[in-house]
């Protein structure tokens, strides 16, 4: 499998993705890449529609903690705020995102076992973000008009070379 990062303007980014049915050697090779971009790249956290998968998949690490989990679930929510994100996905372009202080996500880990997770901070904060990546949500739909004006520029630069790419790999 090519895996690369998709950028903004990759229709896949936009879709809700799919259930995982079970974790099968397939999962097993999707939890294994996205965990080494997330090393690699030195991110927090990864969706699988951000390496062209419509599949309810995530990993996140903080702190050397590596979770994964398909079919990610928030059951219980707490407090907000309000802090400042990136994304792969959205390189140079910075949104203030409100999310949950703390959360409980049900979901299923790379063994194919069910997890229940409690998180808080950033933790929480980066799997609310990947969630938003499983269900076509992306940072800059947080943003207000105002700095939807001042991104604009980046935005468009990013849809123009997603566009390129995609008619480049299409054409293989």
């Not at 097993?28 to 927090?44: C, G, H, N």
């Not at 928030?74 to 140079?92: A, F, H, K």
Request: glycine share 6%; net charge positive; hydrophobic share 40%.
């Amino acid at each position: 499998m090519n895996v690369w990062i998709r950028k903004y303007g990759d229709p896949i980014l936009r879709k809700v993705c799919q259930p995982v049915e079970r974790i099968g050697k397939v999962e097993k090779r999707i939890f294994s890449q996205m965990a080494q971009i997330l090393f690699e790249d030195y991110a927090l956290g990864i969706a699988a529609p951000q390496v062209g998968l419509s599949r309810r998949i995530i990993a996140v690490r903080t702190d050397g903690y590596l979770l994964q989990l398909a079919n990610p679930l928030i059951l219980e929510r707490e407090g907000e705020t309000i802090l400042t994100e990136g994304c792969l996905s959205i390189p140079e372009v910075f949104v203030k995102v409100p999310r949950f202080q703390k959360i409980k996500v049900m979901g299923i880990d790379e063994t194919g076992k069910k997890r229940i997770v409690k998180a808080e901070g950033i933790l929480a904060r980066a799997l609310q973000h990947e969630i938003d990546h499983l269900n076509g949500i992306l940072i800059v739909d947080y943003a207000t008009d105002k700095k939807r004006t001042k991104i604009k520029h980046r935005l468009d630069q990013l849809a123009d070379y997603t566009r390129m790419l995609l008619r480049v790999k299409n054409k293989k």
